[in-house]
């Protein structure tokens, strides 16, 4: 499957572009809109279009990067929302494509849908974030060399493996000869597609948890096929064992077992702690509920104050999610639900720690679009309106020990200024308002703003929602990397805090390891960029 180049991608967008940026933006957001959008503000610095053509040349075959959160959110910017029937088309975007050397650390406290079932049952963490990003972060090259296949052939091969692992069993079905042949759920011509060894494995795995297997009987019904083939490859590394949770070797090893026959990065996407837990939520009236599924449906007029992780016994965190953070030159916190995405998160105080502790790497926090019923719907400090970007981080000051110095650098936001008043209205209906960014209060918060189109106009005509565009936040995450490493010198795009300034570069330092950016023109001037 050939990848389009960068140059083509973004004539895509800025075709899609129809509108003109806000002139009252900072440079560095006239930058990122001018590489998004392909409109240059009147106001615009005289070198903007230079830099935009450095940003793009910019090298990150060596740049680390941890990328944390949990949900639709997380998998979305990695790869694109997986969840989507139309995935399988533009499967390459994402900073998976900007960002080769990323790493992913997905929350573990979901407890709602099919990973709730598992849980009534097992004493597992939630997996159903997992499955999500394993097929967001498949690379097509992956799948090519793994099982020796052509563009085409990687094509079909992803529509099919994107259609199993997202198949849902119905709640009055048994499903076990299903769940042992994982691809006779497809059409034929997918079926086809499929290659022996990865047929065989995924039945092996469907097998395991079935009668007759060598593993815990889990009855398919009301399950995700990927939730069900994940948790049977984790078991097996476990030896079947139900007395316990499985360890954090055994969790790996699950995890790295069917990203490698999906063609997802090995040894990159982790479980944030092996250990099981559920939030309790507590709102301003008192009333305390468990559960981040019960959250959502409780009936109540009072804002969420605070929300705690509850664990099993002493949250377990592994060496390698403590390095790759330490080691990061980015640190990305995906948008996402407030409470139950992040937050969990950050209340690991090893993974907390670990992030302060890295004062080399840029950490960019993605905020929320949209208020969500039962989290963001009400603000402690207006019972009449839902939250504001502000509101975002100080709930994140709120219910993270030590509050959150020197953790985020800078909030990306999405500007929907110009989102059509229809779609407005219907996100309305439905109780759902923009979470605005009010810039004086965030600075005041030493939290550096950036406020860009981070949606896809096509999507919004097609689909009339407005989402993050996988490639349109890794283009600005492109961007904002650039300006902190290449730029600091200029007072205009200084990113980070006096509190939270990088450590000086010497001989061999992180520097040095980017290397030498050169200016090639790349844009056709002969038509507008």
Not at 37 to 58: K, S, Y
Not at 150 to 164: F, G, K, N, Y
Not at 296 to 323: C, K, M, N
Not at 392 to 416: C, M
Request: hydrophobic content about 35%.
């Amino acid at each position: 499957m050939q990848v389009k180049p960068i140059q083509n991608q973004l004539f895509e967008l800025h075709r899609k572009a129809f509108w003109q940026p806000d002139a009252s933006r900072t440079p560095i957001e006239h930058l990122v809109e001018y590489l998004l959008t392909g409109t240059l503000a009147p106001n615009a610095l005289p070198e903007t279009e230079g830099l935009a053509e450095q940003v793009l040349h910019f090298d990150l075959q060596k740049t680390r990067v941890i990328v944390l959160g949990g949900g639709t959110g997380l998998s979305t910017i990695v790869g694109g929302n997986s969840q989507m029937p139309d995935w399988p088309e533009q499967p390459w975007l994402g900073m998976k494509q900007e960002f080769p050397r990323l790493s992913s650390v997905v929350c573990t406290t979901d407890d709602g849908g099919s990973t709730g079932i598992l849980l009534k049952s097992l004493p597992m963490i939630g997996i159903g974030d997992l499955r999500k990003l394993l097929i967001s972060s498949i690379l097509p090259e992956n799948l090519k060399r793994k099982y020796r296949i052509s563009d085409p052939e990687a094509r079909d091969l992803i529509r099919t493996i994107h259609a199993v692992l997202n198949h849902r069993f119905h709640q009055e079905t048994s499903g076990f000869d299903q769940l042992r042949d994982a691809f006779g759920i497809v059409p034929p011509d997918l079926r086809a597609a499929g290659p022996e060894q990865l047929v065989d494995s995924l039945n092996e795995l469907g097998t395991y948890i079935s009668p007759g297997g060598r593993g815990p009987v889990i009855p398919p019904a009301g399950h995700s096929m990927g939730n069900l083939l994940l948790t049977a490859a984790i078991l097996r590394a476990a030896d079947g064992r139900t007395d316990r949770p499985p360890g954090l070797r055994e969790i790996q090893s699950g995890i790295d077992y069917l990203a490698d026959l999906v063609g997802a990065p090995i040894g990159r996407i982790h479980a944030a702690t092996s250990t099981p837990g559920q939030l309790r939520f507590r709102y301003a009236n008192g009333v305390e509920v468990c559960g981040q599924s019960k959250s959502a449906y409780a009936r109540r007029d009072s804002p969420v104050e605070r929300v705690t992780a509850e664990f099993a016994g002493q949250p377990v965190i592994g060496q390698a999610v403590l390095r790759a953070i330490e080691g990061a030159d980015l640190i990305v916190y995906a948008p996402g639900s407030l409470y139950t995405s992040i937050i969990p998160l950050l209340q690991l105080k090893p993974i907390v720690a670990a992030i302060r502790s890295n004062r080399r790497a840029l950490k960019i926090l993605g905020a929320n679009s949209w208020i969500q019923e039962g989290e963001t719907d009400i603000s402690l400090k207006n019972r009449g309106r839902g939250f504001l970007v502000s509101e975002l981080i100080e709930a994140y000051d709120r219910n993270t020990p030590g509050g959150i110095r020197g953790l985020f650098d800078v909030v990306l936001s999405a500007n929907l200024e110009h989102v059509p008043g229809n779609i407005l209205r219907n996100y309305a209906l439905e109780g759902k308002s923009p979470i605005h960014l009010d810039r004086s209060q965030v600075e005041k918060m030493g939290v550096h703003p950036v406020e860009a189109t981070l949606f896809s106009p096509e999507q919004q005509r097609k689909t009339r929602v407005i989402h993050h565009d996988p490639l349109r936040f890794a283009l600005a995450v492109r961007t904002l990397l650039y300006a902190d490493q290449c730029l600091e010198g200029k007072k205009w795009c200084r990113l980070r805090s006096s509190g939270t300034a990088r450590k000086a570069h010497g001989p061999g330092s992180e520097r040095s390891r980017f290397g030498a950016i050169s200016c090639v023109p790349i844009f056709n001037r002969s038509r507008p960029l």
